[in-house]
């Protein structure tokens, strides 16, 4: 069992910045392929990023490629969602999400993820 708990979320004007985090329970952090997902009011949850479990490779959504970094520290259980240039159209809850899958087509799904966090809200005005 693993539980995740978001932070670092606001509200931030369009070009700027914001870092989020996501601090893991267990001893077990590193065996999880950590990834962010978001959902936009009235739309669906849709992946952002994902990182393996050593932090040697990244997955991102094409909209966020070139402004955000996903990076992860196993030895403090956390993973983080490093975001610059933000848009408006970013705005969004966003979700952390643990999986045991080996499968990297996998992991850029919701259906991909055994564990979630509760959520942070980020939101961009123009």
């Known amino acids: 069992q693993v539980q995740l708990v978001e932070s670092g979320g606001g509200l931030v004007q369009a070009g700027g910045t914001l870092r989020l985090s996501c601090a893991a329970s267990?001893?077990?952090?590193?065996?999880?392929?950590m990834g962010w997902f978001r959902q936009a009011p009235r739309k669906e949850r849709e992946f952002v990023a994902a990182i393996n479990r050593s932090g040697g490779s990244t997955y991102y959504t094409d909209s966020v490629k070139g402004r955000f970094t996903i990076s992860r520290d196993n030895a403090k259980n956390t993973v983080y969602l490093q975001m610059n240039s933000l848009k408006p159209e970013d705005t969004a809850v966003y979700y952390c999400a643990a999986s045991n899958s080996y499968s990297m087509v996998v992991i850029t799904t919701t259906r991909g993820y055994n564990y979630w966090g509760q959520g942070t809200q980020v939101t961009v005005s123009s």
């Open positions: 267990g001893r077990t952090f590193s065996s999880y392929v």
